[in-house]
């Protein structure tokens, strides 16, 4: 059973979202503010935060950003806040997906499911993977059976879907992927222009494998294109 970690200041939404949970078989833990959040994910295996931003005190960007220090898990941020920039903030702390107040439970569901799948086998059964349990490029060594990830020899921190996005690429060396591509493969959701999710996640990754990310030697942009790794 997996367990969901739901954060949001309005116990009515918590309870409204953990009947939805519960029937679909997950374990639901509750917080109603970001210090006990950190606290239920110090103590307790969670597999997945849904995480509201506007709460009182540490607000759920903080709280995101405290959970990346650690944790890979997946993170759902929700947010009455639908303007693109706040999706791109939210995103830029490491939330893996971003849901605009009100929701309906059906996409909350279909999402949870989506984010927890990612997480435990991270495309494992995806026909761009090859056959082979290591992938090296550039000082890069991907373990695709235990999904850690190194730097010449250092252990990175990513999320899943920052995991997802750098295996796609490195498992296709030298090939183009468009902004559409990788958000379609990774998502599995279609495109809409001026979508900047792919942009955000990318930059994200490159802060944890470039020395420099605005002068990226790894994951390298073509311009009009897309972004690709070399061999």
């Given at each position: 059973?997996f367990?969901?970690l739901?954060?949001?200041?309005?116990?009515?939404?918590?309870?409204?979202?953990e009947?939805?949970?519960?029937?679909?078989?997950?374990?639901?833990?509750k917080?109603?503010?970001?210090?006990?959040?950190?606290?239920?994910?110090n103590?307790e295996?969670?597999?997945?935060?849904?995480?509201?931003?506007?709460?009182?005190?540490?607000?759920?960007?903080?709280?995101?950003?405290?959970?990346?220090?650690?944790?890979?898990?997946?993170?759902?941020?929700?947010?009455?806040?639908?303007?693109?920039?706040?999706?791109?903030?939210?995103?830029s702390?490491?939330?893996?997906?971003?849901?605009?107040?009100?929701?309906?439970?059906?996409?909350?569901?279909a999402?949870?499911?989506?984010?927890?799948?990612?997480?435990?086998y991270?495309?494992?059964?995806n026909?761009?993977?090859?056959?082979e349990d290591?992938?090296?490029?550039?000082?890069?060594?991907?373990?695709?059976r235990?999904h850690?990830?190194?730097?010449?020899?250092?252990?990175?921190?990513?999320?899943?879907?920052?995991?997802?996005?750098?295996?796609?690429?490195?498992?296709?060396?030298?090939?183009?992927?468009?902004?559409?591509?990788?958000?379609?493969?990774?998502?599995?959701?279609?495109?809409f222009?001026?979508?900047?999710?792919?942009?955000?996640?990318?930059?994200?990754?490159?802060?944890?494998?470039?020395?420099?990310?605005?002068?990226?030697?790894?994951?390298?942009?073509?311009?009009?294109?897309?972004?690709k790794?070399?061999?």
């Amino acid at each position: 059973m997996f367990n969901v970690l739901i954060v949001d200041d309005e116990v009515e939404i918590i309870e409204l979202m953990e009947v939805y949970l519960l029937n679909d078989g997950y374990n639901v833990f509750k917080a109603i503010n970001g210090v006990d959040a950190i606290n239920i994910i110090n103590t307790e295996k969670i597999h997945l935060v849904i995480l509201d931003i506007m709460m009182p005190g540490i607000n759920g960007l903080q709280v995101c950003m405290k959970i990346r220090k650690d944790y890979n898990i997946p993170i759902i941020m929700v947010s009455a806040k639908g303007q693109e920039m706040d999706k791109i903030q939210g995103l830029s702390t490491g939330a893996d997906d971003y849901m605009v107040k009100p929701f309906s439970t059906i996409e909350l569901l279909a999402r949870v499911k989506a984010q927890i799948r990612r997480y435990v086998y991270l495309n494992q059964n995806n026909s761009l993977i090859d056959n082979e349990d290591i992938i090296e490029v550039k000082g890069i060594s991907i373990n695709k059976r235990n999904h850690k990830v190194h730097l010449f020899g250092t252990e990175l921190k990513l999320t899943p879907t920052e995991y997802d996005i750098l295996l796609l690429l490195a498992s296709n060396k030298g090939k183009v992927f468009s902004a559409e591509d990788i958000f379609k493969e990774i998502w599995k959701e279609k495109y809409f222009e001026g979508n900047n999710t792919v942009m955000v996640h990318i930059w994200r990754l490159r802060e944890k494998l470039e020395d420099n990310p605005k002068e990226p030697k790894i994951v390298e942009t073509v311009w009009g294109v897309g972004y690709k790794i070399e061999e």
